[in-house]
């Protein structure tokens, strides 16, 4: 049996930068990436996904503010874990990114992404999230650093069948 834990993702945007964190600690130690972590018992996704980026960057975002634009589904070989992740993006939320325990905060040009220290499925799906398209992916990893296998498609509507 396969266990499913949800996580969150948020990515700040403006016109011409994104907001990313490089991890201090724990999974994804020294990568790039959006803010988010798992959703805990009995909270909302979109609880979660605010409450982690304001602990991770000090960044404040309304919920309502936050668009569901992908999915992603992880999973690893000779493990039972489905790392479910919600991916979002907001272009209004409050503050100045401030570095914490978990992360440090940058805002990168869309043309200077560093996915060469990111994980490897992001050059995959960041494609869909820069031209404004819904998506969903699932990758199969062996270690971290191995896509064994993958698929990625843009859907029309997150809406869950
Ligand atoms: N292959 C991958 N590509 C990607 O772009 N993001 C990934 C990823 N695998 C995981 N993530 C994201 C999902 C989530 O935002 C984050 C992992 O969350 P964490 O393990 O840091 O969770 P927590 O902050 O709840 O952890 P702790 O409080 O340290 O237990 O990394």
Redesign the pocket.
């Known amino acids: 049996m396969i266990l499913n834990k949800v ?4 990515f700040l945007r403006n016109e011409q930068q994104i907001l990313l964190g490089l ?1 201090k ?4 130690v020294n ?1 790039w ?8 018992p009995k909270e909302e996704i979109l609880d979660a996904a605010v409450r ?1 980026l304001k ?2 960057c000090c960044m404040s975002v309304r919920k309502h503010n936050l668009k569901n634009i992908g999915n ?1 589904q ?1 999973t690893f070989e000779g493990e039972a874990l489905m ?1 479910d ?1 919600r ?1 979002f993006s907001a272009t209004s939320f409050v503050g100045d990114p401030e570095e914490t325990e ?1 992360m440090l905060p940058k805002w990168f040009d869309y043309d200077k992404i560093p996915f060469e220290d ?5 050059k995959l ?1 960041f494609p869909y999230l820069l031209k404004d398209k819904l998506f969903y992916g699932r ?1 199969h ?1 062996q270690g ?1 650093d191995k896509i064994l296998n993958y698929t990625i498609q843009e859907l029309n509507s997150m809406e869950r069948k």
């Open positions: 996580y969150t993702l948020v991890k600690r724990g999974f994804g990568k990436n959006g803010f988010g972590g798992k959703v805990e982690e602990e991770e992603l992880f790392m992740v991916v978990e990111m994980w490897l499925d992001d799906w990758f990893y971290y």
